[in-house]
């Protein structure tokens, strides 16, 4: 696993330029070589300015994103055509914007009779469709540590046998949905945490302290081979 590195910026927008600037960065780097990108997208409200700065500067760039295969770290089970789904959020901000047709998103309530058969059909497809691994995995963090849909104390943090798990009782809204485990979560050459306002600055400290748990914090379960960045706003990095 890497070592953190940590950017701080000085605002939420700043935040959003400098990850959406990377991100096509990389893309066009490694389109250039002949590599279909893979890359897997997370949800929130850092997440969705971050997918409209994508929006904003991708027509000015290299990147094809009909060559780009897009992820999802983790999903609410509800209906399709849900405001909370993250899947539909991205499309809006930018993935229809920017002609991405090779998206993979978790099943909706009307893909699949519950949240276990849901998960076992994204584990099905990511074995048929990815890489084996990610070339950035972007993820965001809870206030109380969480990553992905992988809260604290929960059974879902012990499974290590599957692609995706379902969560039946998360303590935030919907109670329902759908995570990457964190054997899938960790294979990835480039893992970046996206974390904006006060709010969120105890979480990113725990996950960045030299003790503490996965249990505790689940954020701390998941690096990236190659690398970790900690992409944060000021208010965010306040404790570190």
């Given at each position: ?219 701390r379960g998941v690096a990236g081979r190659d690398e970790t960045i900690w992409f944060l706003d000021h208010d965010a990095a306040a404790r570190l």
């Open positions: 696993m890497s070592e953190s590195r940590i950017e701080v910026h000085p605002d939420a927008s700043t935040l959003a330029t400098a990850v959406a600037g990377e991100l096509i960065a990389r893309l066009e780097a490694a389109q250039a070589s002949g590599h279909v990108p893979q890359i897997g997208l997370t949800g929130g409200t850092i997440a969705e300015a971050v997918h409209r700065e994508v929006a904003r500067l991708s027509p000015s760039s290299d990147v094809d994103w009909s060559r780009v295969v897009v992820w999802f770290g983790d999903e609410r089970f509800v209906a399709p055509e849900s405001p909370d789904r993250n899947a539909g959020q991205a499309r809006r901000a930018f993935l229809d914007e920017v002609g991405a047709i090779e998206v993979h998103e978790m099943a909706s309530t009307r893909d699949a009779v519950d949240v276990a058969a849901g998960a076992t059909a994204y584990g099905v497809t990511m074995r048929e469709h990815g890489a084996g691994q990610f070339d950035v995995l972007m993820l965001g963090i809870g206030p109380d540590g969480h990553v992905a849909s992988l809260f604290p104390g929960h059974d879902a943090l012990a499974v290590d046998d599957r692609v995706a798990v379902g969560v039946l009782d998360s303590p935030k809204p919907p109670p329902e949905r759908i995570s990457l485990t964190f054997a899938a979560l960790n294979r990835a050459e480039s893992v970046w945490f996206l974390a904006s306002g006060d709010g969120k600055s105890g979480a990113v400290a725990a996950a960045l302290a030299t003790e503490g748990t996965v249990n505790a914090t689940p954020a």
